[in-house]
């Protein structure tokens, strides 16, 4: 068996979506409206980024040849790398949502034909019988909140309140979570985590895909910052994934950052958590030198999504961007005789995009390993080609989704 380093850069989408206007998202495009607003000096901040978009290791992997055949952007062509080291393309998501669970499970085999259930955008946000529920059997006497709400803004709006009353926030998105703040000290975390396990078995009968525990520290609303503890407790996909097949051959999946979250902890050998792009690419690093024959590195980098794409913030996406790109060549570095390394994305999050939600997009493919071939894998019908893909390379038997691209990598070589 060989190895396989599969990093998903969380919403960094490339656009074009086939179904995109169906989701209100047709036009919307992460990585193309970056590199457009770069162009114009949108996306300049002092101290922090100026000029254009300057990716040159991503790009020579083929992001803007990806950029371009997915979403026929001619800005793309100009920074086009001269010579792509690695193969490239796009994929179509297939699953009915545009959430963090459907792109990660669809990428790993298994695409979500189901409905999540939602949480209306109105006051208040959740029943009052599940509410009821929840309070009789955690001892609650209330909570706050009970809305629609960015992370960062319920924190700075309620924390104070939080801290005086002991009463925990609860609040949710676009996306099908329940989502609950509470002070590390105050409140305490592993209090936090038993809340979070009681509110998923509560939520299960209502098809919520996360109950997400969001800690965070501080002493006033100017100080507050949420910390790395962060947990997602989530439902099991649907039917095993590659990650189940892998582990099943004997191989070892050792997950970092939210990933073992996303897949419940199941079809994973090893999980580590980093809180940060930079801290999350060390921890990959150190993975990546640990992985013996058969062993799948999982990544997820979850700047660009939580910090940047939902806060429609141009500027600290580019810089985000630029960042990872400049930890890309020590992942290649680590690169040995049949490996192969994946970069991806699981959905848009297109900062300058309406409102705060994920954008419905193609996400790109990029890949390259040595001795692999170079070259176009076009735009592929689902997400779960790519595990199929893997799944060949770490010669495991077909899933019932989706198609290998390596034969038709080795078919244009």
Known sequence: MKRTFLFVLDSVGIGGANDAEAFGDAGSNTVGHILEAAARGEADEPGLRQGPLKLPNLAGLGLFHALDAASDMPLAETYEAKEVTGFWGAADEVSNGKDTP????????????????????????????????????????????????????????????????????????????????????????????????????????????RVIARPFVGTTAD?????????????????????????????????????????????????????????????????????RDGDLVFTNFVDFDMLYGHRRNVAGYAAALEAFDRRLPDMMAKLKPGDLMMITADHGCDPTWRGTDHTRERVPILGTGPGLQSGSIGVRPTYADMGETIAEHMKLAPGKHGTSFLADLAANA
Not at 158 to 167: F, Q, Y
Not at 233 to 258: C, F, N
Request: glycine fraction near 10%.
């Open 102 to 209: 459907s792109g990660h499970w669809e990428i790993a085999g298994v695409p979500v034909r189901f409905d999540w259930g939602y949480f209306p955008d109105e006051i208040p946000c959740f029943p009052q019988d599940l509410l009821d529920a929840i309070y009789k059997e955690a001892g609650l006497s209330g909570s706050l909140g009970n809305k629609h709400a960015s992370g960062t803004e319920i924190i700075a709006e309620l924390g104070e309140e939080h801290v005086k009353t002991g009463l925990p926030i609860f609040y949710t998105s676009a996306d099908s979570v329940f989502q609950i703040a509470c002070h590390e000290e105050t409140f305490g975390l592993q209090r936090l985590y038993d809340l979070c396990e009681l509110v998923r078995g509560h939520v299960d009968a209502l098809n919520i895909g």
């Open 223 to 291: 100080d507050f910052e949420r910390t790395g503890n962060r947990r997602d407790y989530s439902v099991l996909p649907p039917e095993p994934t590659l990650l189940d097949r892998l582990t099943s051959a004997g191989g070892r999946v050792i997950a970092v950052g939210k990933i073992a979250d996303i897949f419940a902890h199941q079809g994973i050998t090893i999980s580590r958590k980093a809180n940060g792009n930079m801290a999350l690419a060390d921890a990959t690093l150190e993975a990546m030198e640990e992985a």
